[in-house]
């Protein structure tokens, strides 16, 4: 059986493996604290205000613009009307800041541990999309690098890429995310939170391993509100290119399935018996290790997935709105509203997802950190 190995919360940009592979970007880092263990007690200085000049062009600043989701939003800026000269992507790949340059886009290098750099890439920017980091367990210093620089820079509106159910959520994942949300409120920065839930790239990129081994996992009957990456990119761009969203904080996610109901289409569609075996979070995480996951990095993933059965991974019809038409459906299923058509089958589902080759593809089992 194939463990259904996914960490995709938020905007981040971390791995997925059908057989993984470790990491060194993460893997020293597992230690994750307590949520709200490094959150300042004293409180973050007000955020200075700057006048934007009349006639002055709008800059958006988009950082992990050299990830996945980064370059998605970029994408949908443009295609929103935005000029490229009024967008900053921010990322720490020369080669593919070098792509962007070639559109016309600004480009700055820049680094979540480097104070230094954000400030410089923040400078002038009205509107600041900031895709969360990918090294689970550094976060905290990371976004409060960020934060820090988008507050002394004056960025008149942070809309940053959470994770679903960010303040109630149990599992390990959320606390990174719930603190980085009260950096942003403690900031006195005008914010928006994009909530996001699982990437449906990750499941529909996995078909030939289910095919062969069958789904496992630790997610009971629990329903995730997956939706693709294009989409949660398209959300960001309405967001940052329409008003009436400050202070505001946005569920997202696709219609919800269980990983059962996810095997049975499987089998619908290809013909193939597939099942889904659920198994306890501590039988899952040796089922991970033994596919080649760092110890405590298939654990998150394990807590990750308890957090799925508690329905900590399934939202409402927020996507749609901002949207303004049916979320990309899973493989087979119709979308929440009437008259949705049924989305393409699982193989050209997988093609139109994502427009580059998949993180879980055979070749490439690592997705590049968001930025």
Same mark, same amino acid.
């Given at each position: 059986?194939?463990?259904?190995?996914?960490?995709?919360?938020?905007?981040?940009?971390?791995?997925?493996?059908?057989?993984?592979t470790?990491?060194?970007?993460?893997s020293?880092?597992?230690?994750?604290?307590?949520?709200?263990?490094?959150?300042?007690?004293?409180?973050?200085?007000?955020?200075?205000?700057?006048?934007?000049?009349?006639?002055?062009?709008?800059?958006?600043?988009?950082?992990?613009?050299?990830?996945?989701?980064?370059?998605?939003?970029?994408?949908?800026?443009?295609?929103?009307?935005?000029?490229?000269?009024?967008?900053?992507?921010?990322?720490?790949?020369?080669?593919?800041?070098?792509?962007?340059?070639?559109?016309?886009v600004?480009?700055?290098?820049?680094?979540?541990?480097?104070?230094?750099?954000?400030?410089?890439?923040?400078?002038?920017?009205?509107?600041?999309?900031?895709?969360?980091?990918?090294?689970?367990?550094?976060?905290?210093?990371?976004?409060?690098?960020?934060?820090?620089?988008?507050?002394e820079a004056?960025?008149?509106?942070?809309v940053?890429?959470?994770?679903?159910h960010?303040?109630?959520?149990?599992?390990?994942?959320?606390?990174?995310?719930?603190?980085?949300?009260?950096?942003?409120?403690?900031?006195?920065?005008?914010?928006?939170?994009?909530?996001?839930?699982?990437?449906?790239?990750?499941?529909?990129?996995?078909?030939?391993?289910?095919?062969?081994?069958?789904?496992?996992g630790?997610?009971g009957?629990?329903?995730?509100?997956?939706?693709?990456?294009?989409?949660y990119?398209?959300? &960001? /761009? #309405?967001?940052?290119? %329409? @008003?009436?969203?400050?202070? =505001?904080?946005?569920?997202?996610? !696709?219609a919800?399935?269980?990983?059962?109901?996810l095997?049975?289409?499987?089998?619908?569609?290809?013909?193939?018996?597939?099942?889904?075996?659920?198994?306890?979070?501590?039988?899952?995480t040796?089922?991970?290790?033994?596919?080649?996951?760092?110890?405590?990095? &298939? /654990? #998150?993933?394990?807590? %990750? @997935?308890?957090?799925?059965? =508690?329905?900590?991974?399934?939202? !409402?019809?927020?996507?749609?709105?901002?949207?303004?038409?049916?979320?990309?459906?899973?493989?087979?299923?119709?979308?929440?509203?009437?008259?949705?058509?049924?989305?393409?089958?699982?193989?050209?589902?997988?093609?139109?997802?994502?427009?580059?080759?998949?993180?879980?593809?055979?070749r490439?089992?690592?997705?590049?950190?968001?930025?």
């Amino acid at each position: 059986m194939i463990a259904s190995a996914y960490l995709f919360d938020g905007g981040t940009e971390s791995a997925l493996w059908a057989v993984p592979t470790p990491s060194p970007s993460i893997s020293p880092a597992f230690s994750v604290p307590e949520p709200g263990s490094d959150v300042p007690s004293s409180g973050l200085p007000q955020r200075k205000l700057t006048v934007q000049p009349q006639g002055a062009r709008m800059s958006i600043v988009v950082t992990g613009a050299t990830g996945q989701l980064g370059r998605l939003i970029v994408a949908a800026l443009r295609e929103r009307g935005v000029p490229a000269g009024d967008i900053v992507a921010v990322g720490r790949n020369t080669d593919r800041l070098a792509e962007l340059a070639g559109q016309g886009v600004v480009t700055r290098r820049a680094d979540y541990d480097d104070p230094d750099s954000l400030r410089a890439a923040f400078a002038d920017a009205d509107k600041l999309m900031f895709v969360s980091g990918s090294e689970v367990g550094r976060r905290r210093p990371q976004h409060r690098n960020v934060v820090t620089a988008a507050r002394e820079a004056g960025v008149g509106l942070v809309v940053y890429t959470s994770i679903a159910h960010a303040d109630t959520a149990g599992m390990r994942l959320a606390g990174e995310h719930r603190d980085t949300e009260g950096y942003v409120r403690e900031a006195g920065l005008p914010y928006v939170f994009l909530r996001n839930s699982w990437y449906l790239e990750n499941y529909i990129d996995q078909l030939d391993a289910y095919r062969k081994q069958g789904v496992a996992g630790a997610a009971g009957d629990g329903r995730v509100s997956a939706a693709t990456r294009a989409d949660y990119a398209e959300a &960001a /761009a #309405v967001v940052l290119t %329409s @008003d009436g969203h400050e202070n =505001r904080v946005y569920e997202l996610g !696709g219609a919800p399935f269980t990983l059962t109901e996810l095997a049975a289409e499987v089998t619908r569609q290809t013909g193939e018996k597939v099942g889904y075996t659920d198994l306890p979070a501590d039988r899952y995480t040796e089922v991970l290790i033994a596919a080649g996951l760092p110890e405590g990095y &298939a /654990a #998150v993933l394990a807590d %990750s @997935d308890l957090g799925l059965a =508690r329905g900590e991974l399934e939202v !409402g019809d927020d996507l749609a709105t901002l949207l303004g038409r049916t979320p990309t459906p899973a493989p087979g299923r119709p979308g929440r509203r009437s008259g949705a058509r049924r989305s393409p089958g699982l193989r050209r589902a997988r093609r139109a997802a994502s427009p580059g080759r998949p993180p879980g593809s055979a070749r490439s089992r690592r997705s590049p950190p968001s930025g």
